[in-house]
């Protein structure tokens, strides 16, 4: 009999509470005894099938550990400790042009060509075709080396140009894995203002030009370049492809710069007889960089009166970076001119007011190199209003030699010393996700609070793991205390967490309670971990000046705010704030131009981009213009009154209106509002340009009302490291994923399927409605199979019915799982420390006759209609067929990703666009595989109860143990009855 002595503190009600436990499991036990003999055999059949469980994909993924690959602070740091130095020899030159080898397919060679940005040698282009590249050195002088790159971004998909780079054979470090060379942007013009006196934002563009760098790693956590230790002899340099062309002049190693101390620099001024500037000062206006790293980098405005040039009530882009410009390695360059030869101060005007408290840092370069090594990772304080720092040490204006002529200044964001902190913070979340899965090994993921588990027996080395990890919560609150000299936000968390853990260690009889507080804890320091990798940072202007100058006021006084709110409060009179941009008054020709009314039902930076693209190319190719407004999203849905069914009710509909939701054109369709496509004689030919199922739900009596803009779509997500460890593949087909469900739940974890019959009754050959949309299609046979095997999923199989799918995998309680194209950009950016660690591939489907797998199943819709209502139905089908054209969308979703990052990535209908998009290459294939199966139900009258009636059946059979058959037998009956009705309402069918 398993433990069950009374625990500390323990008493007679508790042990009553046992004993009442006992009592209804045994109680549960006669219930499903008396069960159906349909779920009895529920754990011989999981059994049957786990022996073939290690026949499926096999998971490519390797768990390096710390000895193996470690970051690259702790390899050179063991390295330095063994008593390895930098090299002290010459620089070696490899004209990239003289490759040693190249990936294995001979047709696949990389080009050599020349006039490469106005180079005369031989230039390697590099294309995505190419895996890898390698390079031979001969190493004359054991020691650190750095490694130099001169490359120019040529013409991609507009993401950085990023690299892995193994060293004989093997990465150096963990940071090798990806190394990025950096795109370089610019504005395409200076602003323009629209009629309303409004700064139009303008596009950005690509200036490329040759970039020498060292390599270093692409998160801005070290101020130096990487040093690679290189015995005496020959080596190679292996470069391998992840994303992007890149055309290469010339590898070199270079044996490391020590860059000097102000102190040293300022002793150097003194012996070479430099003299201060006078009486000299010229002011940048940073808003007017030269280039760019990142192209959501922009141009921003702010409302305080003393910006410059000042807002005065409108909007003016009068600043630069702000929230954008917060992740490392992202820089902006200026380019300056100075009057004189001599000593300069630099001044620049910015707000910090990000952090709670905690200083951002920059890397400052003038004329391409750090002059001193205070400006490699310099600070920038936490205030709350504008201020003008002067780079100095808060005693001393650090000085600055400068030739009379051109300079250039760029600054980098930088982590500075909180990489220490991040990289313990990311060991301490592993640490947690790896305890809390032996945990739940032990208890389940919902334990018997009752039961005494004795976790500090059963789990190896618990105390001790849990120590660990209080340990460096300890290092952690410590640092963040040095370096902000406050108690931030971060730190008191920081202090509930450590004090979470600590009570664990005191009393691990406790731990089964607080499994869901270790869970939180793990997502809420990811989340810090997310934030503290963040470095914003707003600039105004900057001022290179004689050491002789005043500084300018930075920050603005009460009577001024108090005049400029007063400017905005007269404004919201007068100004359309859901109008976006500017709408042209005449045509070329002088009369008065056709002039569209469309509703964007998403963000106003969305709006703002499309109206950007179609006053570009749309208006001057067709002769329409555009006015746009933005709509809140729940407001182009259905299922309730909104402003869309109230214009529309009142005269008042837009032209056109876009992300609307899928179900609203057959609603609006039904009742005459929206216009049929088909009376355009090349709707056929545009219809091409989607999936023919995507088409499906935009049908109704032998019309089509709608083009789909975006689509959802259900693939696998599944934790590598997790099933490689048990040993478990990637499962294919619904059968793979059943064989491998009792080897999850036997370690404590499950795996997760969003409660959707789409994929089940497609894949066994049922439909929703019959041919005509007049009657349920559920009563098939194929229906039963499909609602049959969708309630056994959460009866036998055990799978949970309700999660929070994201954190859960984060955890490690569920490592597999189907989610949809937000979950997956969720994983992507906001789950740093399972990078590496999961992967996608296929929904699993139903293996057919032929061996292939149908993986049918929908997925949500959003889609671009015309109203009745319009009185230029013909000029809206060329904004709907210019805007959803290949050309359109690829390159909005490019804008939109280079505006708001890799969260933003836009899922277009259209086929051919969505390919063009920066996907990961292994990751487009697996969407591509996806796509083929996409099929969404059509949208009936009275349709709008199925999903209810659904609902009602799985609940009776999930949660109230009903017959399978007789819960879909009443389904259909519901549903056909509201179909009749409607079809009755509507004039359709005969009446019963």
């Known amino acids: 009999m398993k433990n069950n002595r009374m ?149 991609g998909k507009r993401s950085s140009i990023d690299r892995a780079l193994k060293i004989d054979g093997q990465f150096p470090f963990n940071e090798a894995q990806r190394l990025s060379f950096y795109r370089f942007w610019k504005d395409a013009a200076e602003p323009v203002r629209n009629r309303k006196g409004d700064d139009v934002r303008p596009r950005q563009v690509e200036a490329p030009h040759w970039e020498t760098v060292r390599l270093t790693d692409n998160e801005g956590k070290h101020a130096e370049p990487f040093r690679f230790y290189l015995e005496k002899g020959t080596h190679t340099l292996r470069m391998e492809m992840i994303r992007e062309p890149v055309a290469l002049s010339r590898i070199s190693l270079v044996p490391p710069e020590i860059v000097p101390t102000y102190a040293e620099v300022k002793q150097q001024y003194a012996q070479k007889g430099y003299k201060e500037a006078e009486d000299t000062a010229v002011k940048i206006q940073a808003e007017q960089a030269d280039y760019k790293t990142d192209p959501t ?99 001393e204006d650090y000085l600055f030699y400068l030739e009379e002529g051109e300079h250039t200044i760029r600054m980098t964001v930088q982590l500075g010393p909180y990489r220490e902190v991040l990289q313990s913070l990311m060991e301490t979340i592993r640490q947690i996700s790896d305890l809390n899965r032996k945990i739940i090994m032990v208890t389940g993921t919902k334990p018997d609070l009752n039961y005494r588990y004795d976790l500090d027996r059963r789990i190896p080395n618990l105390l001790d793991d849990l120590s660990a990890i209080t340990e460096q919560l300890r290092f952690q609150i410590g640092e963040i205390q040095r370096l902000s000299g406050k108690n931030p936000a971060v730190v008191q968390s920081l202090k509930m967490i450590e004090d979470q853990f600590t009570r664990m260690i005191r009393n691990p009889d406790s ?188 049908r109704y009596n032998g019309g089509d009302y709608a083009l789909p803009e975006t689509q959802d779509f259900n693939i696998l997500v599944y934790r590598k490291d997790i099933l490689a460890e048990l040993h478990l593949g990637i499962p294919d087909t619904w059968d793979d994923l059943y064989q491998i469900l009792p080897v999850l739940q036997r370690n404590g974890m499950n795996a997760f399927v969003p409660p959707v019959i789409d994929p089940f009754l497609y894949q066994h050959g049922g439909q929703f409605y019959n041919e005509e949309g007049t009657e349920s299609g559920l009563a098939s046979p194929e229906a039963y199979r499909a609602f049959k095997e969708w309630t056994d999923l959460y009866t036998n199989y055990r799978i949970p019915i309700q999660a929070d799918f994201f954190n859960r995998m984060r955890s490690g309680e569920m490592p597999i799982g189907l989610a949809g194209y937000q979950h997956y950009v969720l994983l992507s950016t906001a789950a740093p420390e399972l990078a590496g660690r999961w992967g996608i591939a296929p929904a699993p489907g139903k293996k057919q006759l032929d061996g292939t797998v149908d993986r049918s199943a929908g997925g949500a819709l959003k889609a671009t209609v015309i109203f009745r209502q319009s009185e230029h139905p013909n000029e809206a089908w060329q904004f709907l067929k210019w805007w959803m054209s290949k050309e359109t969308q690829q390159r909005f979703g490019l804008e939109l990703e280079s505006l708001l990052g890799v969260e933003a990535r836009w899922n277009s209908a259209n086929a051919e666009a969505f390919q063009e998009l920066p996907w990961p290459k292994e990751d487009l294939m697996t969407f591509q595989e996806q796509w083929k199966w996409f099929k969404e139900p059509p949208v009936v009258l009275g349709g709008y109860f199925t999903n209810r009636h659904l609902t009602n059946a799985w609940n009776r059979v999930v949660m109230s143990g009903m017959n399978p058959r007789e819960s879909l037998e009443q389904a259909v009956k519901d549903i056909n009855r509201e179909l009749e009705a409607k079809q009755e309402e509507y004039g359709f069918g005969k009446p019963r």
């Open 7 to 155: 625990p500390p503190g323990g008493n007679r009600t508790s042990v009553l509470r046992r004993r009442s436990s006992w009592v209804v499991t045994v109680s549960l036990a006669l219930l499903l005894s008396a069960m159906p003999s349909q779920d009895l055999g529920a754990s011989q059949k999981l059994a049957d099938k786990y022996k073939d469980a290690l026949q499926l994909k096999p998971i490519e993924f390797t768990s390096y550990s710390e000895d193996q690959l470690p970051v690259y602070a702790h390899a050179v740091r063991k390295q330095q400790e063994e008593g390895k130095t930098d090299a002290a020899g010459e620089r070696i030159d490899i004209p990239a042009s003289q490759y040693s080898g190249f990936g294995d397919d001979p047709q696949a060679a990389p080009l050599i060509q020349t006039g490469i940005g106005g180079r005369t040698e031989p230039i390697l282009i590099w294309n995505e075709g190419t895996e890898w590249i390698e390079w031979t050195a001969e190493i004359k002088e054991s020691g650190f080396y750095q490694i130099e790159v001169d490359y120019f971004p040529i013409e």
């Open 297 to 395: 980098i922009r141009r921003e405005t702010n409302s305080d009166p003393i910006t410059e040039p000042a807002a005065e009530g409108n909007i003016r882009l009068n600043v630069i970076g702000d929230y954008r410009w917060r992740k490392g390695g992202q820089s902006i360059a200026w380019t300056f001119a100075v009057p004189q030869s001599g000593l300069y101060k630099i001044g620049i005007k910015a707000g910090q007011w990000w952090g709670d408290g905690l200083p951002g840092y920059r890397k400052i370069e003038v004329d391409g190199r750090v002059p001193f090594r205070e400006l490699e990772e310099f600070a920038f304080p936490y205030d709350k209003h504008w201020r003008i720092d002067t780079l100095g040490d808060g005693e």
């Open 511 to 698: 731990i089964p309670a607080q499994l869901e507080d270790m869970t939180n804890s793990q997502a809420q320091l990811g989340n810090w971990l997310l934030s503290l990798k963040e470095a914003p940072l707003v600039l105004d202007y900057l001022i290179v000046a004689s050491p002789d100058t005043t500084w300018p006021k930075a920050m603005s006084n009460i009577f001024q705010r108090s005049y400029a709110t007063f400017q905005n409060f007269l404004n919201s009179f007068s100004k359309d704030y859901n109008s976006v941009g500017d709408t042209p008054a005449l045509g070329e020709d002088g009369k008065d131009a056709v002039v569209i009314d469309v509703w964007v039902g998403n963000g106003r930076e969305w709006a703002e981009l499309l109206k950007d693209l179609a006053d570009e190319t749309f208006t001057p190719e067709s002769g329409i213009a555009v006015n746009m407004n933005t709509i809140p999203a729940g407001q182009l849905a259905v299922g309730g009154v909104n402003t869309l069914l109230l214009a529309a009710s009142s005269g008042k509909a837009p032209d056109v209106a876009v992300s609307v939701d899928g179900l609203l054109p057959v609603e609006f369709a039904i009742r005459d509002a929206v216009v049929n496509l088909n009376q355009f004689a090349d709707y056929e030919e545009v219809s091409q340009w989607f999936l023919p199922g995507a088409l499906v739900p935009f």
